[in-house]
Nanobody
């Protein structure tokens, strides 16, 4: 059973940056998509960014495109989310996720594995 562990969240001022990390506990197939989803209080969970481990293709929601960058670490079971120009509306619990190809389409219901989440709070 794969487990995902996130780190790197915290408080930040608007306009600032944070980097989130996610490490998987086991070897991950290159056919896996890993991604980041977020959920703000009172809102549905939404996809933010994803990466296809085979080839490194990346996918972003419109709300973060140009500000967030997802990447794969040298250790193939690690992904990062570099978040820049953060805004208060980016405040949410951020979850690492893994699954098949549909995770790269940022479909919440396609996720097979979830991390426990890391809180990002952006103040104005």
């Amino acid at each position: 059973q794969m487990q995902l562990a996130e780190s790197g969240g915290g408080p930040v001022r608007a306009g600032g940056s944070l980097r989130l990390s996610c490490a998987a506990s086991v070897y991950i197939s290159s056919r896996t998509c890993m991604g980041w989803f977020r959920q703000a209080p009172g809102k549905e969970r939404e996809g933010v960014a994803a990466i296809l481990l085979s080839g490194g293709l990346t996918y972003y929601s419109d709300s973060v495109k140009g500000r967030f960058t997802i990447s794969q670490g040298n250790a193939k079971n690690t992904v990062y989310l570099q978040m820049s120009r953060l805004q208060p509306e980016d405040t949410a619990m951020y979850y690492c996720a893994a699954g098949g190809r549909d995770v790269c389409s940022l479909f919440v219901h396609s996720v097979n594995y979830w991390g426990q989440g890391t809180q990002v709070t952006v103040s104005s």
